[in-house]
């Protein structure tokens, strides 16, 4: 909620509890961890056909993937191959000072060295080039099938969680295509290698290495455990700090109104406190790794020279002074894959998570598979509700054998309570859901049996709270119509009585319009939503709330504005408050998924029923808000 949005005390409640009412009344059980929705990590429930997904996106660039393998493949051979070298230079060039044929072996090395760079530059390059383009089709795919999806998931959804799935998630596969892939093979044919030149050069020497594997297998395997579950802890702190920082911006006016700036202080202090403590214990989980992973490596070198010295002293098994520095170049060369492969293993099983997690949104079934086949180029406007109930969940019916007949081109309000009703029969007319029960018609035909997209294209809908995208007030307004000109975006905005301030823009029309609108009162957003619903010119027209956040000046033109526009029109208007309803030909009263009343304003009057009530309540505290106004 915006801090324009943020009226009064009495508005922040209203809107509490509406928003209270409609999670419980739709079963908006709310999916994915934390409380804003951040994910923090977890384990691939179907690791095989993860993997598969995943080749099918990267298997279209076969030849690049055989490049990279090669290169990997010999990249990881030449390194094995250059202690090997160093051993031949030591042994038959060095240590008998043969300095041309030193010059010639280190001509090699240094040829091999450079080789080796080429090779791993390669190898990399291309892994990144099909790593993005993989990345940037998962993405697409998803972001495409956001688009498709039903409005009911995200009303079950959070949405932090659906903006993880895109952003986070992604990344992890980004990550992992990119580093762990190649890491991967380079480290299993590194591991393999190093423990077969070993073995040729001196099997005993190698039995000195290889008993300690186990040692560092364990304990590296033990450390990542930790370290992961301890990054999971510091993740979910992240997304809880960022939550107080964001409801502490997006809400200051609340804060401030009521004095709770110590109380978000401190907040934030306790909150950054766990998260630097569970940071704190990861990093330092994760700096042990390396450092014990060193002195393995440092330890086991020492043993290699000083049991390859005794050796070669005593003359017990057959060895050179080359060897012994081969054999201690492998030995590294051994264990330092092993702690790259606990690692990566912890890494790839949370890019899996996440790319199972990205999949699953990929095939969620969209709404247009159940969509119907008869195209209208043209709607009159008959709208029929026959015999309707509806459930968001089961066992929670909203709406109750609600029947009622729209005439072509009249105007019907619905009003009750909140949370009665009235907006859930907006979202079937629009068919974000389907009808359980009965049947919804417009001229004759069951809507089921229109294409969604020409449903909608000829229904226009101005909500309560307005949506404008980032832009200029020209485009947010040419949303309405892509076709329309200029003139006819300058000519809705004069019916919607919203040229006039936009004309005092420091731009005019071209005025920049910040992200949600945030830089335009509610009031001057409701006028853009109004321009462009006007502009595309719709068959049917829904105002929801449509004139509740502007002034009464403002209201009282809009309204002649809509009454021009709602002329020859089917009109549905949702509306609080009963004084601008009056004139509605017909008038449905709703009151707990139920249609207790309808007729005209006088005949409701003279029913002295729910209508009645509300209406006089209403009408009182308008008087009693006029009297204190002449008081004052």
Do not use: C
């Amino acid at each position: 909620m915006s801090n324009k949005q943020i009226l009064d005390k009495k508005t922040i409640i209203a809107k509490n509890e509406e928003k209270a009412f409609d999670q419980k009344a739709m079963g908006n059980k709310l999916q994915g961890p934390g409380r804003h929705g951040v994910y923090v990590g977890s384990k691939a429930k179907n690791v095989k056909g993860t993997i598969r997904r995943i080749w099918d996106y990267i298997g279209k660039y076969r030849l690049a993937l055989l490049l990279i393998i090669i290169t990997i493949v010999l990249t990881s051979g030449l390194s094995i191959l250059m202690p090997w070298l160093f051993a031949i230079a030591i042994d038959d060039y060095i240590s008998v000072f043969d300095y041309q044929g030193t010059y010639r072996i280190a001509a090699i090395i240094m040829s091999v060295a450079v080789a080796t760079s080429i090779l791993r530059f390669i190898s990399q390059y291309t892994m990144v080039i099909i790593s993005q383009k993989t990345v940037k089709q998962i993405r697409k795919d998803a972001f495409d099938k956001l688009q498709l999806l039903p409005v009911k998931y995200y009303d079950t959804n959070q949405a932090g969680d659906i903006t993880s799935k895109i952003t986070n998630d992604v990344d992890l596969i980004s990550n992992s295509l990119a580093s762990v892939l190649t890491q991967l093979i380079s480290s299993v044919i590194t591991l393999i290698g190093a423990l077969v030149m070993m073995l040729i050069l001196n099997p005993l020497l190698a039995l000195v290495v290889i008993v300690f594997i186990p040692i560092i297998g364990v304990f590296t395997m033990k450390i990542g455990k930790i370290t992961k579950k301890g990054f999971k802890e510091q993740q979910k702190h992240v997304g809880l700090l960022n939550g107080i920082i964001e409801e502490s911006i997006s809400g200051l006016k609340v804060v401030k109104l009521y004095s709770q700036e110590e109380n978000i202080i401190n907040e934030f202090k306790n909150r950054n406190e766990q998260l630097r403590a569970s940071g704190f214990r990861a990093q330092v989980y994760a700096g042990i790794v390396m450092p014990v992973v060193n002195f393995f490596n440092n330890f086991i070198y020492l043993l290699v020279v000083i049991v390859g010295a005794v050796f070669y002293i005593t003359k017990l098994v057959v060895i050179s002074v080359g060897d012994i520095y081969a054999m201690t170049a492998y030995a590294r060369q051994f264990i330092q894959p092993i702690a790259n492969l606990a690692q990566l293993f912890n890494a790839l099983q949370q890019a899996l998570a996440g790319a199972e997690r990205v999949f699953a949104l990929i095939d969620e079934d969209d709404e247009y598979i159940h969509d119907g086949d008869t195209s209208r180029e043209h709607l009159s406007g008959h709208v029929e509700f026959e015999d309707v109930s509806f459930r968001y969940v089961e066992d929670t019916p909203v709406l109750k054998h609600i029947s009622f007949d729209v005439e072509h081109g009249t105007t019907t309000a619905i009003v009750g309570p909140t949370g009665s009703g009235k907006t859930t029969i907006i979202n079937l007319i629009n068919r974000f859901y389907d009808v359980d029960e009965g049947s919804i018609k417009i001229d004759g035909l069951d809507i089921k049996s229109i294409k969604k997209d020409d449903l909608r294209k000829h229904i226009g809908v101005v909500l309560q709270d307005t949506n404008l995208f980032s832009g200029t007030v020209y485009e947010n307004i040419h949303y309405g119509d892509l076709t329309a000109s200029k003139e006819e975006v300058i000519a809705a905005s004069k019916l919607a009585n919203a040229d006039d301030f936009i004309m005092k823009l420091p731009d005019g029309y071209e005025s920049e319009v910040y992200e949600g609108g945030q830089n335009f009162s509610q009031g001057e957003r409701q006028l853009i939503s109004i321009a462009r619903t006007i502009l595309s010119n719709p068959d049917i027209l829904i105002l929801d709330e449509a004139t509740s956040n502007v002034d009464t000046r403002t209201e009282f033109k809009i309204q002649e504005s809509m009454r021009t526009l709602m002329e020859g029109r089917t009109s549905f208007v949702i509306a609080h408050r009963l004084q601008t309803i009056r004139s509605a030909k017909q008038i449905l009263v709703i009151n707990e998924g139920m249609l207790i009343e309808k007729g005209n304003h006088e005949t409701l009057l003279e029913q002295q029923g729910f209508y009645h009530s509300l209406y006089t309540t209403q009408f009182k505290d308008l008087l009693g808000e006029q009297e204190e106004e002449q008081v004052l």
